[in-house]
């Protein structure tokens, strides 16, 4: 089932009375989330990704396509009532504890007060922050202030949760706990929308990825699918082999990198894969297996930004 | 209805832990206080009015009771005094919500943008009317109990006074919401109580600065196109004590009976400008 969609989506935002100026955060955005995954969206600062997602929340208003959210149009309450939302660089009142932002957004998320304090107590417990519950968030570092949006986003028990930037300022214990949580989520059935630039904690936890460059979709597909080097193969081996055979090996196919019991090869075609596999074969070596090679995630989408520019 | 209830709530909190509305009601308690424990109709004639054992007056002063006048004062001076400093206490109420940040946090909650800005004007409102009727029930019981003048026309004059800050903080509003900024918005409510003033009283000074029958249209037009504040006041304040002195009547420009015209006028024109305030909000992108 796909929970948001996307429909030639475009943004621009006009500026100046006399001197009128035209920013394009969005340029025809057309992409799917499907239920119970974990999607992330990419892209380099003012790519527009905060831009998408406001307008899913009705924060913003596009300016031209169209798009749902659980098949509502957009600007149903409906969408909102079902969706959790972390802003990137939100801020609450500095004047309430941890406990009474919680209880207070609950309010305006119209749920109950009797329960609410049960939620927002063991949403504090969740996100590690109990024992802050009734400091006044002033004194919240910037990686607590994270978490406690993250507890805010959670109080209504989201079908869809929307997270912009949510490690941010977060050290490597409180990231690596946001990830878990995520993942459970994800286990539960939360259909889950995140924006990051930190590319490592992306591949990490999305499912699908969309990348986007200047407002446009440049790549949509799982991990894998974005992170496979074309034509470029890893054979797992038994043993090692030697820089000698290897130098036998380049002379028929050049490209071949050794690397312990890994050999990398390029191949265009099945013949150039057989004639190694021969290779090899001949010598005695066994195959474990063959994969693609794959790239880390950074690297594809550096990759697929500079071809863009280019 | 309890999202609506959850923001109305938070503005009400807002207003105090921010402090303005607290000392608000110290300075109103301590008006009271001083009221109370100082006013007393003299032992020796039972008519007379003391104040800190000073005689201020006696029975009729201009053709009203002595203490009807005292109330008219309090009622006049404070009236005004309540929508420069309601002004300063809420004026920045509006802008701080649509702050980049705390807007997308506001906007992304499962209650329309219409919603969202009434329940927020009616919080910012709840706070300064609570303030406006602790002054005017705590002063109300010091002349009742301490003169025996129970005033019903200075306590309904919580309510008028209330609506007239209601209708004058739409100037506010509108300025906030469209420069998100609060300084603007308590520029524009200061520039116009100044206004409104002038405009109230135009036939003596402003008609009188070009003779123009086109100018004096516009500024006609203005004053019924704007809040009337000074005509709202003074018209509540026939409700606590009417001036039977003509000379004294066109002094303080309070008419001789209670009038709802300049309710109705400011109503229209302030629910004009809310109206103005809602349409720019539900529009914008945040």
Known sequence: ?310 | MRAELGVFRYTMLEAVRKGTLIAYFIIGTLIILVFAVGIRLSPDDAVTIEFFGTKMGVREIQGMNAPDFWLLQLYSNASGAIMLFGLFGTAGLIPSFLDKGTAELFLSKPLSRTNLFISRFLGALGGISANIIFYTVGMWLVFGIKLGVWSWGFLASAFFTSYMFACFYSIAVLSGIITQSTGVAIIMGFAFSLLSGMLETREFILFRIWDNPVYHKALDVLYYMTPQLDAMKNSAGTLIGKLNNPAMRQMTNIPEQFTFLPYLYSTLSAGALYALSILYFKRKDY
């Open chain 1, 1 to 310: 089932m796909v929970v948001v969609q996307t429909e030639q989506l475009s943004k621009v935002y006009r500026s100046g009375l006399i001197r009128r100026s035209e920013v394009t955060a969005l340029r025809d955005v057309t992409v799917e989330v499907n239920s119970g995954e974990i999607f992330g969206l990419l892209g380099p600062n003012g790519a527009g990704k905060t831009s998408l997602v406001k307008i899913l929340l009705s924060v913003s208003f596009p300016s031209s396509g169209s798009a749902t959210v659980f098949n509502e149009p957009l600007g149903s309450l409906s969408i909102r009532k079902r969706s959790g939302y972390l802003p990137e660089n939100h801020r609450y009142p500095t004047f309430l504890s941890g406990l009474e932002t919680l209880m207070m957004f609950g309010r305006i998320h119209g749920l109950e007060s009797r329960a609410l304090k049960d939620r927002a107590l063991a949403l504090l417990q969740t996100v590690g922050l109990k024992d802050w519950a009734n400091h006044k968030i002033k004194k919240y570092s910037k990686g607590m202030l994270q978490r406690l949006g993250l507890a805010q986003a959670l109080l209504n028990e989201p079908d869809v949760l929307f997270l912009d930037e949510p490690t941010d300022g977060v050290d490597p214990m409180g990231r690596k706990e946001i990830r878990d949580l995520l993942r459970e989520l994800r286990n539960r059935g939360t259909t889950i929308f995140l924006n990051s630039h930190i590319l490592s904690e992306v591949e990490l936890i999305c499912d699908r990825v969309a990348i986007l460059n200047k407002g446009q979709v440049i790549k949509v597909g799982t991990v894998d699918a974005i992170t496979k080097k074309q034509d470029e193969y890893e054979f797992h081996l038994t043993k090692h082999v030697t820089k000698a055979l290897c130098e036998k090996l380049k002379k028929i196919l050049p490209g071949i990198q050794r690397e312990g019991k890994l050999l990398r090869v390029v191949a265009k075609n099945n013949k150039e894969m057989n004639t190694v596999i021969d290779f090899l074969r001949a010598k005695n070596i066994l195959i474990q297996s063959i994969t693609y090679r794959k790239s880390t995630l950074e690297e594809s989408f550096i990759e697929l930004i500079k071809a863009e520019q280019a």
